[in-house]
Nanobody
Framework: QLQASGGGLVQAGGSLRLSCAAS????????MGWYRQAPGKQRELVAS?????????NYLNSVKGRFTISTDVANNTGYLEMTSLKPEDTARYFC????????????????WGQGTLVTVSS
């Protein structure tokens, strides 16, 4: 399972770090993505990291240069560092990860976290 945390209320220009912790024994995180969904809007992919592709990252244009995604496989955790936050970043943030749960396997299980709320005040 995945547990997302780190959300909260912050003023515009502030920073937050979201965490996504996987429970159990994990042998790899080939992919992790952070999505967000604001009220009345569709869920959108904010950032992703492809560890099976050399750690390449992709970001939503509106967060480029402000958000950084990373993973710490040794600690079964992924992060989304968010800086220079804007009111339009307000949303519930969800993590999604492909987790390798069998040693030596290339197969993975797809998990979603429960979401953590980020509110940015102007």
């Amino acid at each position: 399972q995945l547990q997302a945390s780190g959300g909260g209320l912050v003023q515009a220009g502030g920073s937050l770090r979201l965490s996504c912790a996987a429970s159990g024994t994990i042998y790899g995180i080939p992919f992790m993505g952070w999505y967000r969904q604001a009220p009345g809007k569709q869920r959108e992919l904010v950032a992703s990291i492809n560890n099976s592709g050399g750690g390449s990252t992709n970001y939503l244009n509106s967060v480029k240069g402000r958000f950084t995604i990373s993973t710490d496989v040794a600690n079964n955790t992924g992060y989304l560092e968010m800086t220079s936050l804007k009111p339009e970043d307000t949303a519930r943030y969800f993590c999604n990860a492909h987790l390798v749960v069998l040693p030596g396997s290339k197969s993975f299980v797809n998990y979603w976290g429960q979401g953590t709320l980020v509110t940015v005040s102007s």
